[in-house]
């Protein structure tokens, strides 16, 4: 019958339509196929060697401040404040000791002096002695390498004697006022010693009697 044909294409038509949908490689309506990831925005890709960063920096000055005469914790403190975190201190009695606690040190001199404008790249360094002890008009020069005569060592802390002495050389140290044993030499200053300044080394044994830095000699 004529109705049943009829009935009989349009079941297959809509089956033919329902398939196409299904199809995961339909084509557009310009029959082509649909790239996976369409429509979503890929990296944008770096050229050769023209990786982002920063353009280099520029020095920076500031004013240093002047730190002469305040504690050696205090003076740092205040230099990181301005800007400076190269920081460094020595002794400025030239005995070698270190400022293991800076809360009991004093600056006695700064460099690059204080007032002035400075890369704060710049390392910036104390001169500072003891809060008890009395800073020097300038640092006290180091002991010189011994030749081939001894130098007059009084006054001069023992640590610094010892690194001017060949490294070989037998040394005794006795403490000048009491039987106190000589532990850390930077804290002992030379009193008298023998042999006594000008006379020959020749790899005799070397003796010093030495008393703390902040003491009188007997």
Known sequence: MRTHRTTTLLITAVAALAL??????ATGPDDKASAPGAGSSAPS??????????????????????????????AQDEAQAAG????????????ERLQALDRNWK???QTPAGGAQVDTGTTVDFGAVKLEESCPAADAPAPQPAGKTMPDFTGKGMKAVRASLPSNAGITVKDALQNRI????????????????GAALNGQPLSFTVVKTQESCP
Do not use: I, M, R, Y
């Open 20 to 25: 196409a949908a299904c199809d995961p490689q």
């Open 45 to 74: 890709a770096t050229a050769p060697g023209k990786a982002p960063g920063k353009a280099p920096g520029k020095a920076t000055t500031a004013t240093l401040p002047q730190l002469v005469g305040k504690g050696l914790q205090t």
């Open 84 to 95: 400076f975190f190269s920081l460094k201190s020595h002794d400025s009695l030239s005995q």
């Open 107 to 109: 600056v006695c001199s």
């Open 182 to 197: 000589v532990l850390q030499e930077s804290n002992w200053k030379v009193c008298a010693q023998d042999p006594e300044a």
